[in-house]
């Protein structure tokens, strides 16, 4: 694995933080590169004056923005958000001198270490930063015009993969938790949608099984309110390609379709591995006593999708479980959507333990 800097640090802290995580990353075996197109992973430490975008040429570059506070934020979400989408980045971090580091998410995910030197502040954000950056995305869509003609209307799981997203609505579970329109502009939304190849920021999503290999799914970015159209609104997930790194998707001709959910990755390895699950339903939300994720894999991430498809495989009923994502939300399986919904109403809290 390969690692590069950019950025000017603006202060002498921030310049020994930088080689601090340097150190970190080579004891982990990473080699020090030129060019941030041979990077693997690129680390933006970002001046007082604001981030520059970071470009990449790969989307399988990793890149983490580091900006310097003189003090630990009160609201996380609002200082590094706007970081994220100004720098490119797939994660952002807040660094405080001898104090801590703070980090966020693309999902919202936020959470800070502490400790009073440098030295042990880079350590312990290099042991969390590593596992998301050698993570692999599943993000890619392949869109085959074979959908039965039959299933061009839909049929009676898209119905029911309908009104669970209104219901999701009426729960309070959409949208996020927190007004992205206050945090990122227009043009700064149309950045994130280029750089995650998703139709927008709608959190959540909800899948149903159509036989033993397909399965219905909701499409990124749409509002879960508002699942009307088959084939655009909600596609049939009909396989994956793990050569091409892409879901397959059967779509009928005359429908424009939207991308998939993200997380169908995780979806199809969860039908795949059991046969008895019905339905999927991912909220960003919690439940509490249930067991979860240790690493806050991105959406979309193979080691995301094999982490929850392993803690549901020690579960005692895999068909009716609730798997929690680590400073993300919950996964949830059942026999349909309706019962999913009914077994985590009186037990679903908004609010997600962030650690």
């Not at 692999?136 to 839909?154: A, C, Q, S």
């Not at 920021?201 to 088959?230: H, I, Q």
């Not at 084939?231 to 429908?255: A, C, F, K, Q, T």
Request: charged share 25%; net charge negative; proline share 7%.
């Amino acid at each position: 694995m390969t690692y590069a800097f950019i950025g000017k640090p603006g202060s002498p802290e921030f310049e020994r933080f930088g080689e601090e995580l340097a150190q970190a990353l080579e004891r982990r075996g990473y080699m020090r590169v030129a060019s941030t197109d041979e990077a693997d992973l690129v680390v933006n430490l970002v001046p007082p004056e604001g981030a520059r975008p970071f470009r990449r040429k790969s989307r399988g570059t990793f890149a983490a923005a580091i900006q310097q506070l003189t003090d630990a934020p009160e609201d996380i979400l609002k200082v590094n958000y706007p970081l994220l989408v100004q720098a490119l980045a797939n994660i952002a971090l807040c660094y405080v001198p001898s104090r801590g580091v703070w980090f966020t998410t693309m999902e919202r995910g936020h959470y800070g270490i502490e400790a009073s030197d440098d030295a042990t502040l880079a350590e312990q954000t290099i042991d969390r930063l590593v596992p998301l950056a050698e993570s692999k995305l599943v993000i890619d869509n392949e869109f085959r015009t074979d959908l039965e003609e039959e299933l061009w209307d839909g049929d009676e799981v898209t119905e029911e993969i309908r009104e669970a997203g209104g219901r999701m609505g009426d729960l309070d579970l959409l949208p996020a938790p927190f007004p992205i329109e206050d945090l990122l502009s227009e043009r700064e939304l149309r950045h994130v949608k280029r750089l995650y190849g998703i139709g927008g920021l709608s959190y959540g999503n909800l899948s149903s099984r159509k036989d033993e290999t397909r399965f219905w799914m909701s499409a990124s970015g749409v509002d879960k309110t508002k699942l009307d159209v088959p084939g655009r609104d909600i596609l049939l997930v009909s396989g994956y390609d793990p050569i091409e790194n892409r879901m397959i998707l059967s779509v009928p001709p005359n429908v424009e379709p939207r991308r998939v959910s993200v997380d169908a990755i995780e979806h199809w390895m969860i039908y795949q591995a059991h046969p008895e699950v019905g339905a999927i339903l991912h909220v960003h939300a919690w439940v509490e006593g249930i067991p979860a994720t240790d690493v806050n894999y991105p959406c979309g991430t193979e080691e995301l999708a094999t982490s929850v498809s392993e803690l549901l495989a020690q579960e005692p009923d895999p068909a009716h479980a609730v798997i929690g994502l680590r400073n993300h939300g919950i996964t949830a399986t059942g026999e349909s959507l309706t019962e999913i919904l009914d077994r985590i109403e009186p037990r679903v809290l908004r609010q997600i333990p962030m650690s």
